[in-house]
């Protein structure tokens, strides 16, 4: 979570972190960086002043580790969540913000996590949610 501590700061929000340390996946780490920094980042800007961002991981079974983003934001609008990965995409509070974005960081993070043979989706409930799978290392406990 390394870069972000600044961004929270200043968001007046706070990160939560649970899971098991000790699993391992196979990843280019930067790649994975910049892919959770990316969903990171989105999810601190829909979240209002003071409301923590939940990240979870643990094992999904012998093969795949799921990593989970969940904000306390406003969710993402349903007409767009299909398309919440396309580049250009923004939600509508986004659009107003005076510091919005172009619309690419989700489908930035969607293309470096795909090139490691890893999948995301977004779901609402309280909040949106970004769910990761990622491959497990071989031979991890």
């Known amino acids: 979570m390394t870069g972000l501590e ?7 929000a706070s990160l939560e972190l649970e899971g098991d340390e000790t699993i391992r996946v196979v990843v280019d ?11 990171l980042d989105n999810a601190l800007r829909y979240s209002p002043p003071g409301a923590p961002i939940r990240v979870t991981w643990a094992d999904t079974d012998e093969s795949t580790v799921e990593l989970s983003i969940r904000d306390h934001g406003p969710g993402v609008d349903p007409d767009l969540l299909p398309h ?3 580049p250009g995409i923004r939600g509508r509070a986004e659009r107003a913000a005076p510091d919005a974005g172009a619309g690419l960081g989700l489908a930035i993070a969607s293309r470096l996590l795909e090139h490691q043979g890893a999948t995301i989706a977004a779901f609402n409930g309280g909040g949106a949610t970004f769910r ?3 491959r497990r290392e071989h031979g991890a406990a």
Do not use: P
């Not at 780490?29 to 969903?39: E, F, G, I, S």
């Open 132 to 134: 990761i799978i990622l």
């Open 84 to 86: 919440i990965f396309e």
């Open 29 to 39: 780490r930067d790649r994975l960086k910049r892919a959770v920094t990316n969903v």
């Open 6 to 12: 600044h961004t929270t700061h200043l968001r007046d």
